[in-house]
């Protein structure tokens, strides 16, 4: 497992999906699916997701980035998925999280 989480921390600001990490660590995506589910309760690709989003609120608080760049400097190519997963994880989107951050 821990080469799971290795790839995703050094690559989470990639383009990576569920393939690229089980190719990474020598399973098949499904093996993987049904091995990381069972041992974390959640999929690899909410692990993908919780590192982006952990590392987009780092860089709200702490940089004046604009929303797009920070969406694509974690990984996203498109900013309405990205807008779309920070919602889901904040329940606020990104803007007004930083916002009730910085009061």
Do not use: C
């Amino acid at each position: 497992m821990r080469e799971v989480f290795d790839f995703i921390e050094l690559n989470y600001d990639q383009s990576i999906r569920l393939k690229e990490v089980a190719q990474a660590v020598g399973y098949s995506s499904a093996y993987l699916t049904d091995l990381v589910r069972k041992l974390t309760g959640k999929t690899v690709n909410n692990w993908i997701v919780e590192r982006r989003i952990a590392a987009a609120k780092t860089l709200l608080l702490e940089t004046n980035y604009t929303v797009e760049q920070i969406s694509l400097d974690v990984g996203y190519q498109n900013i309405n998925h990205f807008y779309r997963q920070f919602r889901n994880y904040q329940q606020t989107t990104p803007q007004r999280w930083r916002q009730k951050q910085r009061e």
